[in-house]
């Protein structure tokens, strides 16, 4: 069974060639995605789209950093229970614990292997569906 039939994802990623990488990915396994590439794009979209099965979130992102959208996200009723990826180059044990204390869900370094994320996310939207 395919999790994310009919489900959407939110990719914020302003690489266009990870964003490319993973929009694909996550189609190909039956996703809908939503590409937004800056921060404030990321925000207006969650104060006015339905919520997403998943949002995957850079975190070095113009206008507004990841975790200034990662509280957005979690300050938005309707949004509070969706699972947010952090997926990003920074691996300082801080900006680990930044992210975990702001309510990201998982946290995932680049380069990353996308089998592996695919499955985590999927695992992750399954935990979050049965509540």
Not at 14 to 23: A, K, R, V
Not at 37 to 45: I, P
Not at 56 to 85: E, N, Q, T
Request: a neutral charge; aromatic letters at 6%.
């Amino acid at each position: 069974m395919r999790v994310g039939a009919r489900s959407s994802i939110v990719i914020v990623e302003d690489d266009e060639n990870i964003g490319e990488l993973l929009g694909f990915m996550f189609r190909r396994d039956g996703f809908d995605t939503v590409m937004l590439r800056d921060g404030r794009s990321a925000e207006e979209y969650v104060a006015a789209g339905e919520p997403a099965a998943a949002v995957l979130l850079d975190v070095m992102l113009p206008y507004r950093d990841g975790f200034a959208v990662a509280a957005a996200i979690r300050a938005d009723p309707r949004w509070r229970d969706v699972p947010i990826v952090m997926l990003t180059g920074r691996s300082l044990a801080a900006d680990v614990e930044r992210g975990r204390a702001i309510g990201v869900t998982d946290y995932v370094l680049k380069p990353f292997r996308p089998p592996a994320l695919l499955g985590r996310v999927k695992s992750l939207i399954e935990l979050a569906r049965a509540g």
